[in-house]
């Protein structure tokens, strides 16, 4: 069983930045996609970015492109999401989840290819 636990979630000005954190229990941590959702009040869970295993590709939601960043660490077991210009629209709770299989570039958009979830870590944009 996988635990992630988020955390760097705040209040921000737009055109702020924050970093939000994942950190995973996971064994063989390298072997594991990670991923990024966001839920905002009253809307459906959605896709933010995603970093593969192996190559640490890099996939994300066309309204954070050039504005988010993912990353990983495998020494330490962690994922981050930089976000940077941040708008009023990216409010949301932020989920970090995790697949221990192979995934697809498509796949990466897609909840279903993810087993283990965080709790989540709120994100307050303000005007």
């Known amino acids: 069983q996988v635990q992630l636990v988020e955390s760097g979630g705040g209040l921000v000005q737009a055109g702020g930045s924050l970093r939000l954190s994942c950190a995973a229990s996971a064994r063989a941590f390298s072997n594991y996609a990670m991923g990024w959702f966001r839920q905002a009040p009253g809307k459906e869970r959605e896709f933010a970015a995603a970093?593969?295993?192996?190559?640490?590709?890099?996939y994300y939601v066309d309204s954070v492109k050039g504005r988010f960043t993912i990353s990983r660490d495998n020494a330490k077991n962690m994922v981050y999401l930089q976000m940077n210009s941040l708008k009023p629209e990216d409010t949301a709770v932020y989920y970090c989840?995790?697949?221990?299989?192979?995934?697809?570039?498509?796949?990466?958009?897609?909840?279903?290819?993810?087993?283990?979830w965080g709790q989540g870590t709120q994100v307050t944009v303000s005007s």
């Open positions: 989840a995790a697949s221990p299989r192979a995934v697809s570039p498509r796949g990466y958009s897609d909840s279903s290819s993810y087993d283990y």
């Open positions: 970093i593969s295993r192996s190559l640490g590709n890099t």
